[in-house]
């Protein structure tokens, strides 16, 4: 259990960050979704303490996504107020965020993933396409020729699903579960997104349905935690990359949980409600 300092709150729906030293809880809403937030909060693992840094992302925000490096984090569209295209950069070296530009389209509830070089952002609600923010340049563009594809699941008006999460290491970025905006039933597809070439393909199945789930890992396996279908899932599967097969681990978490959002050093595990991977 950490120290928190600086009136500390109750926080879901946001996105996390992490350096080999820190972690970044990153906006979130709270009070049942009736607060929307623009704060940061940082938790040093040496000593196990947590408090809000005086950087704020550029806007109020719940529902985007975040991965990075060792150096810096970037946190990308969400919500609160309209779908939102920004993109913020967060230097660890100094705690300070700064606006980069905005993507081609906004977007929510998506996943994200890093290679060694950029970030992806996958497929999200009412988008079916993969963004791109290369880390020397900052430059953020579409992904050509890159979308999910229906595997008819959804009406023939397609919209794309969402509310999944993203893991990987430094050659792959695995994205999966969610839940379709038509007509919003949950589903337990994995896509890999292959950082050489930047082409996706499909991926085994997760163990079940669900959305909002929570992902964390190394470079050698991935963890998907957690989740919600209809209700807050207790589970959490692992997923070595070498073999791209699931297993269950033995006990449950304390709680059921989805929805949140975590952080641990880069050569372990997140302990509790998971982020997206970076390497």
């Known amino acids: 259990v950490q120290n928190v300092s600086g009136s500390p709150y109750t926080l879901f729906r946001g996105a996390s960050s992490t350096s080999s030293t820190n972690g970044y809880l990153l906006g979130g809403s709270g009070g049942g979704g009736s607060y929307y937030y623009s704060s940061i909060w940082k938790s040093t693992y040496a000593s196990e303490t947590t ?5 704020n992302l550029s806007g109020t925000r719940y529902m985007h996504v975040a991965a990075g490096t060792t150096n810096k984090g970037y946190a990308l569209g969400g919500n609160r107020p309209g779908i939102k295209s920004t993109v913020d950069k967060i230097t660890y ?4 965020v700064s606006n980069i530009g905005n993507m081609p389209d906004s977007r929510q509830r998506g996943g994200a993933a890093s290679s060694p070089t950029a970030l992806y952002a996958s497929q999200s609600y009412y988008r079916t396409n993969f963004v791109k923010v290369t880390f020397a340049s900052d430059t953020i563009a579409d992904i050509p020729s890159v979308n999910t594809p229906n595997p008819g699941a959804s ?4 919209y794309g699903y969402a509310q999944i999460a993203g893991t990987g290491n430094k050659t792959q970025g695995y994205f999966g579960g969610g839940v379709w905006a038509t007509p919003g039933s949950a589903n337990s597809l994995l896509w890999k997104m292959t950082y050489s070439t930047d082409t996706l393909s499909s991926a085994p199945n997760l163990t079940g349905s669900k959305n909002y789930v929570r992902n964390t890992g190394d470079n050698a396996k991935g963890y998907f935690i957690g989740g919600s279908n209809p209700g807050p899932v207790a589970t959490t599967t692992k997923f070595p990359f070498s073999t791209e097969t699931f297993s269950t681990i033995p006990g449950t978490l304390q709680y059921p949980k989805s929805a949140g959002q975590g952080y641990g050093p880069r050569d372990q595990g997140v302990h509790e409600i998971g982020t997206p991977n970076v390497v």
Do not use: E
Not at 155 to 158: F, L, V
């Open 51 to 55: 408090a809000k840094i005086p950087s």
């Open 93 to 96: 070296s100094n705690d300070s």
């Open 155 to 158: 009406p023939s008006g397609y």
